[in-house]
């Protein structure tokens, strides 16, 4: 029912910057409560970042906060996550999903998922 396919991941030295995108299809986008988590190699799943339905509420990570920021657009059908002075920790495959119901940061609470983008930082 919900298709969501993230770009914008790449390889670039530690203090670098990226930003991911996530476009949503199959829903109407405001219904929809998204957010962003990643996954290292041999690590579990980790939440990241999440969003309200128009933007006005975010929840990010203690890793991330004031590195990261989130946001969307719903004229685009479009989130994003800004990351800013990355380290060689975020390293990992990032995946955007919708919330069904429960925790924002419980992957459990998520019903749908993107095929993921990677992230890699150097030293």
């Known amino acids: 029912q919900v298709q969501l396919v993230e770009s914008g991941g790449g390889l670039v030295q530690a203090g670098g910057t990226l930003r991911l995108s996530c476009v949503a299809s199959?829903?109407?986008?405001?219904?929809?409560?998204m957010g962003w988590f990643r996954q290292a190699p041999g690590k579990l799943r980790e939440f990241v970042a999440a969003?309200?339905?128009?933007?006005?509420?975010?929840n990010y990570a203690d890793s991330v906060k004031g590195r990261f920021t989130i946001s969307r657009d719903n004229t685009k059908n479009t989130m994003y996550l800004q990351m800013n002075s990355l380290k060689p920790e975020d390293t990992a495959e990032y995946y955007c999903?919708?919330?069904?119901?429960?925790?924002?940061?419980?992957?459990?609470?998520?019903?749908?998922w993107g095929q993921g983008t990677q992230v890699t930082v150097s030293t």
């Open positions: 969003v309200s339905y128009r933007g006005s509420t975010a």
């Open positions: 999903a919708v919330l069904r119901s429960g925790s924002w940061r419980s992957d459990s609470s998520y019903e749908y």
């Open positions: 199959g829903r109407t986008f405001s219904s929809m409560i």
